[in-house]
C-alpha cells in the first residue's frame, strides 16, 4: 500500500514537471521581459516559438516583481530575451538560476545608450539622474533593427533545424523596420527641433530619431517638487507646449495640474504596448498634430 502511494506521488511530480518543462507543440519557449519584445520575436519566429511576457499589462517595468507562476513557467524556457530594464538588475540572477539550461540573452547588446533625459532646472549641472542610461531602445526603428540581429542569431543557434525559416522572417522584418523608419522620418518633416513634454521620460530615443525633444515632468523616479512644477510650467507657456504624453502605468497628476496652468491636455502614450508599430504610428500622429 505505501509502495502504491510513494508511486502515485512520483508519478504526479513526474507529469507536473513535464507539463512545464515541454514546450508547446514542439516550439521554441521564449520568456521576454516587456510586451513590445514579444512583438520582436514573433516577426522573427512566426509559428515556431512559444513566447511569454513577465511584465504583465499595466505593470512597469522600474519595480516589477515576478510572480510565482511565472517563475515556475520558466522551468520550461529555452530563451530568455533581457533588455536592459531596471526590475532585470534585481531579477536576472534568480531568473536564471530558475533555469539553468536556459540562455539568458542580452538585446541591448551593441547598442549606444544614451542619457536618461530630465526636466530642465535652473540648476543645470546638478541633476540627480546625471548618467544614468535611458532603457527605452525599444522605441526607435533602427535600434529595433540591432536588437533583431541578436534575436535571430539565438533562435538559430537553440533551433539550427529552422534556421533558413528565422532567416527569411528577419530580413522581412528588417524590410518592415525600414519601411516604418521612413514613414516616421516623413511624418516628422518640418518638425526638427520641436518640443514635447511627456510625465516619464521614455520617449528619448525616439526624438532623438526623428529630430524632436522631450521634456520630461519625472525627476529621478518621482514627481516634481512645487518649485519644480512652477518652473516646468512657465517653460511650458515660454516654448507653446500644448499637450502633455503620459503613460497608463504612470500618476497623470502633476501632468493634468499642468495641462490646467497651460490651457493644454493631456494625452496617453503607452511605451509599452504590444501593437508596438501600430502604437508607434498612432503616437506619432498624435505628436505631429500637437507640433503644428
Given at each position: 500500500?505505501?509502495?502504491?502511494?510513494?508511486?502515485?506521488?512520483?508519478?504526479?511530480?513526474?507529469?507536473?514537471?513535464?507539463?512545464?518543462?515541454?514546450?508547446?507543440?514542439?516550439?521554441?519557449?521564449?520568456?521576454?521581459?516587456?510586451?513590445?519584445?514579444?512583438?520582436?520575436?514573433?516577426?522573427?519566429?512566426?509559428?515556431?516559438?512559444?513566447?511569454?511576457?513577465m511584465v504583465k499589462p499595466g505593470?512597469?517595468?522600474?519595480?516589477?516583481?515576478?510572480?510565482?507562476?511565472?517563475?515556475?513557467?520558466?522551468?520550461?524556457?529555452?530563451?530568455?530575451?533581457?533588455?536592459?530594464?531596471?526590475?532585470?538588475?534585481?531579477?536576472?540572477?534568480?531568473?536564471?538560476?530558475?533555469?539553468?539550461?536556459?540562455?539568458?540573452?542580452?538585446?541591448?547588446?551593441?547598442?549606444?545608450?544614451?542619457?536618461?533625459?530630465?526636466?530642465?532646472?535652473?540648476?543645470?549641472?546638478?541633476?540627480?539622474?546625471?548618467?544614468?542610461?535611458?532603457?527605452?531602445?525599444?522605441?526607435?526603428?533602427?535600434?529595433?533593427?540591432?536588437?533583431?540581429?541578436?534575436?535571430?542569431?539565438?533562435?538559430?543557434?537553440?533551433?539550427?533545424?529552422?534556421?533558413?525559416?528565422?532567416?527569411?522572417?528577419?530580413?522581412?522584418?528588417?524590410?518592415?523596420?525600414?519601411?516604418?523608419?521612413?514613414?516616421?522620418?516623413?511624418?516628422?518633416?518640418?518638425?526638427?527641433?520641436?518640443?514635447?513634454?511627456?510625465?516619464?521620460?521614455?520617449?528619448?530615443?525616439?526624438?532623438?530619431?526623428y529630430g524632436l525633444k522631450q521634456?520630461?515632468?519625472?525627476?529621478?523616479?518621482?514627481?516634481?517638487?512645487?518649485?519644480?512644477l512652477k518652473e516646468l510650467i512657465?517653460?511650458?507657456?515660454?516654448?507653446?507646449?500644448?499637450?502633455?504624453?503620459?503613460?497608463?502605468?504612470?500618476?497623470?497628476?502633476?501632468?493634468?495640474?499642468?495641462?490646467?496652468?497651460?490651457?493644454?491636455?493631456?494625452?496617453?502614450?503607452?511605451?509599452?504596448?504590444?501593437?508596438?508599430?501600430?502604437?508607434?504610428?498612432?503616437?506619432?500622429?498624435?505628436?505631429?498634430?500637437?507640433?503644428?
Amino acid at each position: 500500500m505505501v509502495i502504491k502511494r510513494v508511486y502515485g506521488v512520483l508519478t504526479i511530480l513526474v507529469a507536473v514537471i513535464f507539463l512545464f518543462s515541454t514546450p508547446v507543440c514542439g516550439k521554441v519557449a521564449v520568456f521576454v521581459s516587456i510586451a513590445p519584445q514579444k512583438y520582436f520575436v514573433e516577426k522573427i519566429g512566426a509559428k515556431l516559438v512559444d513566447v511569454s511576457v513577465m511584465v504583465k499589462p499595466g505593470a512597469g517595468p522600474a519595480t516589477y516583481e515576478p510572480k510565482p507562476r511565472q517563475m515556475v513557467a520558466i522551468s520550461r524556457t529555452r530563451i530568455y530575451f533581457s533588455i536592459g530594464v531596471p526590475f532585470e538588475k534585481a531579477w536576472m540572477k534568480r531568473i536564471a538560476a530558475t533555469n539553468p539550461g536556459m540562455r539568458v540573452v542580452p538585446t541591448d547588446h551593441g547598442i549606444n545608450k544614451i542619457a536618461l533625459a530630465e526636466h530642465r532646472h535652473q540648476d543645470e549641472g546638478k541633476h540627480p539622474e546625471q548618467g544614468i542610461l535611458d532603457p527605452h531602445i525599444w522605441l526607435s526603428p533602427t535600434l529595433v533593427m540591432i536588437q533583431a540581429r541578436t534575436i535571430l542569431k539565438a533562435l538559430q543557434e537553440v533551433d539550427p533545424a529552422h534556421g533558413t525559416e528565422y532567416e527569411i522572417n528577419y530580413k522581412a522584418f528588417v524590410s518592415q523596420l525600414s519601411d516604418l523608419d521612413v514613414e516616421l522620418r516623413n511624418t516628422f518633416v518640418g518638425a526638427q527641433g520641436l518640443e514635447f513634454m511627456v510625465f516619464h521620460p521614455s520617449w528619448g530615443y525616439f526624438a532623438n530619431t526623428y529630430g524632436l525633444k522631450q521634456v520630461s515632468i519625472e525627476i529621478a523616479g518621482k514627481d516634481p517638487k512645487p518649485a519644480q512644477l512652477k518652473e516646468l510650467i512657465e517653460y511650458a507657456k515660454k516654448s507653446g507646449i500644448k499637450f502633455i504624453f503620459v503613460q497608463p502605468q504612470y500618476s497623470a497628476k502633476s501632468a493634468q495640474l499642468i495641462a490646467r496652468e497651460i490651457g493644454g491636455q493631456v494625452i496617453f502614450a503607452d511605451s509599452l504596448a504590444e501593437d508596438w508599430a501600430g502604437n508607434l504610428r498612432a503616437v506619432a500622429r498624435k505628436l505631429r498634430s500637437t507640433l503644428r
